[in-house]
């Protein structure tokens, strides 16, 4: 598994989780409903290998 490339997309209704660089474009890893994007980002960043604090500051 990567260390690091995540990144969550907003497709329709729902996020999906993917990783382009290591798995390709078309390979989604995980989606969560529309209303959960935080529980999203904050996966996405614990995945780079990110604190999740890191991402709350990053909204301050």
Same mark, same amino acid.
């Given at each position: 598994?990567p260390?690091g490339?995540f #990144?969550?997309r907003?497709?329709?209704d729902?996020?999906?989780l993917?990783?382009?660089g290591?798995?390709?474009? #078309?390979?989604?890893? &995980?989606?969560?409903?529309?209303e959960n &994007?935080a %529980?999203?980002?904050? &996966?996405c960043?614990?995945?780079?290998?990110? #604190?999740? %604090?890191?991402l709350?500051a990053a909204f301050?």
């Open positions: 598994m260390r490339g #990144t969550v907003r497709i329709g729902r996020w999906e993917v990783n382009s290591f798995y390709g474009r #078309t390979v989604v890893l &995980h989606t969560w409903p529309r &994007h %529980e999203a980002f904050a &996966h960043y614990r995945l780079n290998g990110r #604190t999740v %604090e890191e709350l301050r």
